[in-house]
C-alpha cells in the first residue's frame, strides 16, 4: 500500500518561499499521476497542480502559474512543490496526493486514491 509523508511546510513572511517534499514508501511513484492540494478550514480541497507519471507534464491553477513548480524524481521516491512569492491567501494545508495513471489524469482530489497527511503553510508578517 503506497504511503506519502509530506514535509517542509512552516511560517514564511510574504514574498518568501518554501519546498515541500512528498516521500513515498510502500510502493513506488512509477507510473502514478502526483497531485498536490490544499485546503483551508471550512473550504473544500482545492487543486494546486499536478505532474503526470511520465513525461513530467505540469498542470497549474492559474492562482499559482509563475508562482509554483511542481517536480518529481521517481527514483527517489519523492515529489516536490517549490513554492515562490508566497501570499497571505496562500495559507493552508497542503496535501500530496497519487494516483495509478495509465493514459491520462484529472487534477482533482477526488481523482486520487493515496494521501498524505498533510502539512501547514502559514503566510503573515
Known amino acids: 500500500q503506497l504511503q506519502l509523508v509530506e514535509s517542509g511546510g512552516g511560517s514564511v513572511q510574504p514574498g518568501g518561499s518554501l519546498r515541500l517534499s512528498c516521500a513515498a514508501s510502500?510502493?513506488?511513484?512509477?507510473?502514478?499521476?502526483i497531485g498536490w492540494f490544499r485546503q483551508v478550514p471550512g473550504n473544500e480541497r482545492e487543486e494546486v497542480g499536478c505532474?503526470?507519471?511520465?513525461?513530467?507534464?505540469?498542470y497549474y491553477k492559474d492562482f499559482v502559474k509563475g508562482r509554483f513548480n511542481i517536480s518529481r524524481d521517481n527514483a527517489k521516491g519523492a515529489a516536490y512543490l517549490e513554492m515562490n512569492n508566497l501570499q497571505p491567501s496562500d495559507t493552508a494545508v497542503y496535501f500530496c496526493?497519487?494516483?495509478?495513471?495509465?493514459?491520462?489524469?484529472?487534477?482533482?482530489?477526488?481523482?486520487?486514491?493515496?494521501w498524505g497527511q498533510g502539512t501547514q503553510i502559514t503566510v503573515s508578517s
Open positions: 496526493a497519487a494516483e495509478p495513471s495509465v493514459g491520462g489524469y484529472v487534477c482533482i482530489p477526488g481523482a486520487f486514491r493515496f
Open positions: 505532474i503526470s507519471p511520465s513525461d513530467g507534464h505540469t
Open positions: 510502500g510502493a513506488t511513484l512509477d507510473g502514478q499521476a
